[in-house]
């Protein structure tokens, strides 16, 4: 069992940045995959980032690739979603996600354990 929870959502202005934290609990975190997917108000929830369970291999949505960056801790039990150069497209709210797929995964199916989501909203 894994429970995540994210943090560091908050109102930006386009161009800005943030940084989500999530946090999870549990002995195995290490041998999880991690994911961010975000949802729009009237829009399906959509694949962001994914980072396998050693932080070796990333891979990123097209639409913030050069943008927002992945990586985990595991000594802390933590994955980090740097996000640079914010546009209003990027407003949503972000969830985290476990994984035990080898690899990493960008279809949501894949994913096991889901946190409660932070919302990030940038201003124009």
């Known amino acids: 069992q894994v429970q995540l929870v994210e943090s560091g959502g908050g109102l930006v202005q386009a161009g800005g940045s943030l940084r989500l934290s999530c946090a999870a609990s549990?002995?195995?975190?290490?041998?999880?995959?991690m994911g961010w997917f975000r949802q729009s108000p009237g829009k399906e929830r959509e694949f962001v980032a994914t980072?396998?369970?050693?932080?070796?291999?990333?891979y990123y949505a097209d639409s913030v690739k050069d943008r927002f960056t992945i990586s985990r801790d595991n000594a802390k039990n933590t994955v980090l979603l740097q996000m640079n150069s914010l546009k209003p497209e990027d407003t949503a709210v972000y969830y985290c996600?476990?994984?035990?797929?080898?690899?990493?995964?960008?279809?949501?199916?894949?994913?096991?354990?889901w946190g409660q989501g932070t919302q990030v909203t940038v201003s124009s």
């Open positions: 996600a476990a994984s035990r797929t080898t690899g990493w995964a960008t279809k949501e199916y894949n994913y096991n354990y």
């Open positions: 549990g002995r195995t975190f290490s041998s999880y995959a």
């Open positions: 980072i396998s369970w050693s932080g070796a291999s990333t």
